[in-house]
Structures are given as C-alpha cells and as structure tokens.
C-alpha cells in the first residue's frame, strides 16, 4: 500500500499562492528541465551541514506507534516533529538526515517513499524550496498518479504555481479529486469563482466550519470583503454543543471571528494614516496568541516582528507573512503560509489589530 505524507497539522487547510509579480510561464519543457536540474544538485549549504541526532535514534524508523509511546530521542518521526520542525536552526540537518535514511534503506522502496515524502515536506513547507520539493514529489510518483496521492498532488501543484507555472499547476489539479486544499489553491491561482465553488459544496457537511472558512479566505484573498464576511459568519453561527463541545469548531469560530474583525477594522484602512511609534496587539494562533509588534516610521510599516508566541509547528509562517506584510505595506492581500494556516493568519490578524488601534507602545 502506498504510504503518504503524515498530517503535520490538524488541518486539511493550505493556504497556497503564485505571487502577483511572478512571471507566469507555460513552457513544460523548461519546468521539467528546472525541476530535474535543481533537484539533482544538493543545496549550496548541504556538503556544510552536519548530519546531527541523537546517538539513541532508532534509524530503521519502524512504522506504526512504538511500544512504550513516542519519544523524540528515539522515534525519527517524533525526533523530526518535535526537533526539527519547530527550530528552524535545525531545517537543513533534517534534509541531511533524510538523504542518509535514504542511502540507508535503498532496498526498502516503501521506506524511501517515506523518506522521500519527509524530504517533500521539509523542502516545501520549511524552506521554501519549491523546485526541489516538486523533485521528491516526483520521485515518489505523485504526478504519475495525483488520484492515489490527492493531498501530495495538490501540494505538487502548488509547487508549479509558485515557479511560475500556472498552466502546469491546473492541469495537475484537473486530475485530483475535489477538497478544501484544491479549492484553496484554485482561488490562489485566480480561478476564484472555481474554487468557491468547490468550498461550498462542501458546506452542508461541514460541523466544524472548515468549507466556509475556506469560501471566507478566498473572497477576503481576492477583495470580496462582504462576502468574505457572510462565510465567516457561517463559521460563527454554527451551534457548539454544551456538552462535549468539538474543539475544531471553537478553533475555526475563534479565527473567523478574528477575520471578521480584522477586515472591519482594517482591510479597507489606510496605513499611511498611521503616527509614528511601535504598536502591539495579539490574535490567537494554534496553540494560543501570537504577539505581534509593528514598527511604522514616515508612513511607511518599517518593522514587523513576531515577539512572542506558544506556536510548534510554524514552519515558514513568521519569516514569510512578516515579509509579505512588509513588502505589500498592508496586510490585505498577504498570503497565509502552507501548513502554518492558522500561525500565519494570527500574524496578519495581530498586525491588523495593532495599527487599528493606533495606540502606540512608545
């Protein structure tokens, strides 16, 4: 049976994006040709990185839950989730010790695909390297058969669309069965009405308000603020049960009721009407709130630092959406981080939050 990535978070959410100043291209050809080239050739900081773990790693990586529970010193799934995701110090050692499991278990193909689809995710959802993420995505097989490999071939696409391949990404989305994520990416790539299409057949089985908050983020994405708010309302007018209430769903009302009042309170405001000063405010993450400063100077967001947070599995999320913030000088329009959804819209949130109330820390 053909194994596949392991759910890093538990959302089915990615928030994917080819940016507005990318250069659209369509020729497969050269996308073949980047994609072969770059992932033959080891990253510039590879031969410098020291294959580090612990010495009590368990490196046959047996598959299944191990007797005694899961411990990072042990168990190179746990070593990975708790070590190496959450430190981004430690990234390129986690490719350093898959490409030697590799070399390791090279008469194992089922435990390759595993490792390769790790190589996958640290390459797309930590570092950002989109053409050496669609190489091991390949690797595997994920192209030959997107039906198999649903969830890996929309990440696949997305890895096309950030290169600059759209045509190539839709095309591979044409051959995966609908979900959030492709309606997600959809909307990212433009095909808008597409992709809240695709969200809202999904609504009417929908108990933790997952389909709408997508339907919310892909009109807010694309500006459609008033109907971005009708969708999060959806979110919040879902019933929690006194008894037993379902986590997800206070999760997911909690961020849609953050979206709805960052878009009231600032999507459609100037930042230039902002004093000088350091402004600070919160808005709650996955594992709590995320504290955001904002520094503005001349009218202008000068600094945007994220200066305390409970967040574990982030990947990218603060580098990116700070500097996304800062290069757009808004935060409308700023894409959330793939796999790191819910840190990324805190971040985006708090931001907005901060410069909304103008009350400056200084």
């Known amino acids: 049976m053909k194994l596949r990535i392991p759910i890093l978070l538990s959302l089915i959410l990615l928030a994917l994006v080819v940016p507005a100043t990318a ?6 050809a050269e996308l073949d040709a980047l ?3 770059e992932g033959k050739t080891p990253p510039p900081w590879f031969k410098d990185t020291p294959l580090n773990y612990p010495k009590t790693l368990d490196l046959a990586w047996p598959e299944g839950p191990p007797v005694g529970g899961w411990n990072n010193q042990k168990n190179v799934g746990q070593f990975m989730w708790d070590v190496i995701n959450p ?3 430690r990234w390129r050692e986690g490719v350093r010790l898959m490409h030697h499991l590799l070399n390791m278990h090279k008469d194992d193909p089922e435990k390759r695909e595993r490792i390769m689809l790790t190589l996958c995710h640290i390459y797309h959802d930590l570092l950002e390297d989109y053409a050496r993420a669609a190489f091991w995505y390949r690797a ?5 058969d997107p039906a198999e490999y649903a969830r890996s ?9 950030r290169l600059g391949y759209r045509s190539e990404a839709l095309k591979l989305l044409a051959k995966v069965p609908p979900s959030l994520s492709q309606a997600k990416l959809l909307g990212d790539l433009g095909e808008t ?7 809202l057949a999904e609504t009417d089985d929908d108990p933790q308000g997952y389909a709408a908050l997508v339907a919310g983020d892909i009109c807010r994405q694309t500006g459609r603020f008033q109907d971005a708010l009708k969708h999060y309302q959806a979110v919040l007018d879902i019933e929690v049960p006194a008894k037993n209430p379902n986590g997800r769903l206070i999760q997911n009302r909690n961020r849609a009721e953050a979206n709805v009042s960052t878009i009231k309170a600032f999507e459609l405001f100037d930042p230039k009407k ?6 600070v405010a919160a808005s709650q993450g996955y594992e709590g709130p995320v504290e955001v400063s904002v520094t503005m100077k001349s009218g202008r967001i000068d600094k945007v630092a994220v200066t305390n947070h409970k967040e574990k599995q982030f990947y990218s999320a603060i580098s990116d959406t700070t500097a996304q913030i800062l290069k757009k000088q808004s935060v409308k329009g700023v894409d959330t981080t793939s796999n790191a959804t819910i840190t990324s819209e805190a971040i985006i949130n ?3 939050k901060a410069l909304a109330n103008r009350k400056s820390s200084d």
């Not at 250069?23 to 497969?28: I, Y």
């Not at 071939?153 to 669309?161: K, Q």
């Not at 009405?193 to 969200?199: I, Q, S």
């Open 23 to 28: 250069q659209v291209k369509s020729s497969r």
């Open 35 to 37: 994609i072969d080239r």
């Open 87 to 89: 430190n981004p110090n």
């Open 140 to 144: 595997v097989g994920v192209e030959k």
């Open 153 to 161: 071939a929309v990440i696949l696409a997305e890895c096309y669309g």
């Open 193 to 199: 009405d597409r992709g809240l299409k695709m969200a």
């Open 274 to 279: 902002v004093a000088d000063g350091k402004y």
């Open 350 to 352: 708090a931001t907005a």
